[in-house]
C-alpha cells in the first residue's frame, strides 16, 4: 500500500493544536531552532532489509501477518516508513537474501518512494543451499584456502550487486572464530583474514568504502577473528583508507564504554558506519533507545562533538542503519520508535553547550560537566523532532497514523496471514 500525501495532511491537521503549543513552549527553551531543524530533516537512517519481517530467536519464531515477500515488497515497506517520518530514506540489504534480479526496475522503485541504497551487506555466516564449501569453521578465517577463495568470491559478488543499485558501501561482519580453546592459531586466523579483505578490499571501486564489523561473541563463543574495535581497527588500518570501522551498539561486552570507543575512530578518521539497536544482557536487537537511552545521547553527543572537531557532515559522512530484530512487536511500528529514538537523541545531543561543556571540562568542573550534559538530555525535544517531520511532510504522529490507518491490517489483507519475510 502507498500513502497518500492528502491522508497525512489530515492527520496533521487533527494533531496541530496540541504540537503547537508543545513546540511553542520548546522554542522559547532553546536557541539555534532553525539551524536544529535542518540537521534533523537532513539526518537519514537506513533500514535494513532484513528488519521488515518479525525476527525471532533459536527457540522460536512467532510472526505476526502481512511481512514482505519479496524485495519490491520490502521497499514498499520502507517507503511506507519513510513517507510517515521523513527520516528513513535508505534501506540496506543482504545478499543473498535479497538479490535484485532486475537492478534497474528495483533502482526505480526505491526512488519512487525516495529511497536510496546504502551499505549493501555479504553473508558468509551461513551456508546456502547452493554453496560448494562450508563455513561451519569460519570464512575469511578458514584454514583451507578453497573455503577462503569462496567466500571473497561472495563478496566481490556483493559489491557488483551494490554497484548496480548505486550503493557506495560493503559492510563485511564475520561470524568467524572459535568456539574452544586450542581450535585456532589466532595470528594464523587473523592474517588469513587480513589477507582475504585484501583481496576484497582491491574489488571496491574507488569511491567506495568498507565497513569492518566487530562482534564481542556469538556465534562463536570462545574467540571472534573480528571481536572488537582494537581488531576491527588494526584490519582498517592495515587496508587503507577506504576501509573504516563499523559500530554496532550491541557487539560489545557488557558495560563497554562505547561513546569513548566512539569518540577514538572518530579522532583516528575510522569510524565509517554505525549499527543501532538496544540491550539489556548482549546482543538484544532491541528496539533503539528502549533500554538505556541516556547511553544513546552519550554516544550521539560524542558523534556530534567528533563530527564537529573533523569537519563531517551528520548526514552523510558516516553510514547509519538500524539493526535491530522484532520479535513481539509489529516490526514497522517497532523501527518508527527505533527512528524516533534516534532523531531525539541526536536533537538533545545538539542542544549540549559545547562552549560551555569545554571551559567546565578545562575548569575540573566535574559537577558543571555533568549538568550540561543533562540539562540537553532531560530536555524533552519531541516537539522539535515532529517539527522537522512536518516540515518535510512527515506525519506528526507516525506511529498514531500507522494505527489510525489500520495499515498492518491492509498489509495483512494484501499479502496474506503466513507469509514470511525472504531471508528469516
Ligand atoms: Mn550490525
Request: net charge negative; glycine share 8%.
Amino acid at each position: 500500500m502507498k500513502l497518500t500525501q492528502q491522508h497525512i495532511e489530515a492527520h496533521n491537521e487533527r494533531h496541530f493544536a496540541k504540537h503547537k503549543k508543545r513546540l511553542d513552549f520548546l522554542s522559547s527553551e532553546i536557541t539555534e531552532e532553525q539551524a536544529i531543524l535542518q540537521k534533523l530533516m537532513d539526518f537519514q537512517v537506513a533500514i535494513p532489509s532484513w528488519a521488515l519481517g518479525t525476527g525471532g530467536t533459536r527457540f522460536g519464531r512467532f510472526p505476526g501477518g502481512g511481512e514482505p515477500r519479496s524485495l519490491e515488497e520490502k521497499i514498499e515497506d520502507v517507503g511506507l516508513l519513510h513517507a510517515l517520518n521523513r527520516s528513513s530514506g535508505a534501506i540496506s540489504l543482504h545478499i543473498p537474501w535479497d538479490i535484485p534480479t532486475d537492478g534497474k526496475a528495483i533502482q526505480e522503485l526505491a526512488a519512487s518512494h525516495g529511497l536510496k541504497f546504502d551499505a549493501v551487506n555479504s553473508n558468509t555466516f551461513q551456508d546456502q543451499n547452493n554453496q560448494a564449501l562450508s563455513y561451519k569453521f569460519g570464512s575469511l578465517q578458514h584454514v583451507e584456502k578453497a573455503v577462503r577463495r569462496q567466500a571473497i568470491e561472495h563478496n566481490i559478488e556483493v559489491i557488483k550487486h551494490g554497484v548496480a543499485l548505486g550503493s557506495e558501501s560493503l559492510t563485511v561482519w564475520l561470524s568467524d572464530g572459535s568456539c574452544f580453546p586450542g581450535q585456532l592459531n589466532f595470528r594464523r586466523a587473523f592474517q588469513n583474514t587480513l589477507e582475504s579483505l585484501r583481496e576484497i578490499y582491491a574489488a571496491l571501486p574507488s569511491h567506495w568504502k568498507m565497513f569492518v564489523e566487530y562482534k564481542a561473541f556469538e556465534p562463536n563463543f570462545y574467540s571472534m577473528t573480528v571481536g572488537d574495535w582494537g581488531q576491527s581497527l588494526l584490519y582498517a588500518n592495515k587496508l587503507g583508507e577506504q576501509a573504516y570501522t563499523l559500530v554496532d551498539l550491541g557487539h560489545h561486552l557488557p558495560n563497554a564504554n562505547i561513546e569513548q570507543i566512539v569518540a577514538l575512530l572518530l579522532m583516528e578518521g575510522k569510524l565509517g558506519g554505525f549499527h543501532f539497536n538496544d540491550s539489556k544482557y548482549g546482543d538484544d536487537d532491541l528496539t533503539v533507545g528502549s533500554i538505556r537511552p541516556y547511553q544513546l545521547f552519550l554516544i550521539f553527543n560524542e558523534l556530534v562533538e567528533g563530527m564537529d572537531a573533523k569537519g563531517m557532515n551528520h548526514a552523510t559522512d558516516l553510514g547509519w542503519m538500524i539493526d535491530a530484530s522484532h520479535n513481539v512487536k509489529d516490526p514497522l511500528e517497532d523501527l518508527l520508535q527505533s527512528v524516533e529514538a534516534i532523531m531525539v537523541a541526536y536533537a538533545q545531543a545538539l542542544l549540549v553547550d559545547r562552549k560551555a561543556l569545554n571551559t567546565a571540562q578545562l575548569e575540573n568542573d566535574t559537577v558543571r560537566c555533568q549538568e550540561l550534559l543533562q540539562e540537553a538530555f532531560r530536555t524533552d525535544v519531541r516537539a522539535l523532532v515532529a517539527e522537522a517531520r512536518l516540515r518535510a511532510d512527515g506525519a506528526l504522529e507516525p506511529i498514531g497514523f500507522f494505527r489510525e490507518m489500520k495499515v498492518r491490517g491492509s498489509l495483512v489483507a494484501e499479502r496474506g496471514v503466513r507469509t514470511v519475510a525472504t531471508g528469516l
